[in-house]
């Protein structure tokens, strides 16, 4: 079956750096991308990564590994701002996007 | 990025009433458009898939005659929700893709209280 596993929730203190992982099983792959979503508002793309590696994308930073069925994303120097759910989704053989329940990120100042 | 739009942000309706989401794309022409529903603190949930000029395909569980979807441009669908209750209230969310491109630009969002 398709599945994309990723934290419930996870706390990092302002001006820190987080990692936020993410699993996924999907038919096929055409990509993994992260969204940012506050409470209440439509998710905001953040990153699409469909070759290993690490993309820079000023304080985010997102890293695939296809073999391992591995993504991460990186934020670094933590606002609170920040403070949203981070969602993670995998792009299937039908370029169908299969999202992950999302990763609570809670900013302590 | 592209810009979609979703109207209306926020509604409020009495049960068995009807109610019409809009979803459009300003600057680029969607040939594919998405339906999602979220609960809170949950994932999106896909609901139904729309391509221009054709039937949507909905995903399992997801009632067609409840869930009107209408697709008839390439700048706009609409989610028609038929005779609410009270358990289709939910934070509904569109998205709309352009032909030959992967990413999906998404809407405002929805928030459908039924009373």
């Known amino acids: 079956g398709q599945n994309i596993d990723q934290p419930t929730e996870m706390t990092a203190t302002e001006g820190a750096i987080v990692q936020i992982n993410c699993t996924y099983q999907t038919s096929g792959f055409n990509g993994l991308f992260w969204y940012q979503q506050h409470a209440g508002e439509a998710p905001t793309f953040l990153s699409y990564?469909?070759l290993d590696g690490l993309e820079e994308k000023g304080r985010f930073s997102s890293f695939l590994s296809r073999s391992k069925g591995y993504s991460y994303l990186l934020l670094k120097e933590l606002q609170m701002k920040d403070s949203a759910s981070y969602l993670c989704a995998s792009m299937d053989s039908n370029y169908q996007l299969i999202w992950g329940a999302g990763t609570k990120l809670i900013i302590k100042p | 990025g592209a810009v979609v739009s979703q109207h209306p942000s926020r509604v409020i309706c009495k049960s068995g009433t009807s109610v019409k989401i809009e979803c459009r794309s300003l600057d680029f022409q969607a040939t594919t458009m998405f339906w999602y529903r979220q609960f809170p603190k949950q994932s999106l949930m896909l609901m139904a898939t729309?391509?221009?000029?054709?039937?949507?395909?909905?995903e399992q569980g997801v009632e067609k005659d409840k869930f009107l979807i209408n697709h008839a441009s390439l700048t706009l669908s609409t989610l028609t929700v038929t005779s609410a209750h009270p358990e289709d209230s939910s934070f509904y969310i569109c998205?709309?893709?352009?032909?030959?491109?992967?990413?999906?630009?998404f809407g405002q969002g929805t928030r459908l209280t039924v009373v």
């Open positions: 729309s391509n221009e000029g054709s039937k949507a395909t909905y």
């Open positions: 990564n469909v």
């Open positions: 998205s709309a893709k352009e032909g030959g491109h992967t990413e999906a630009f």
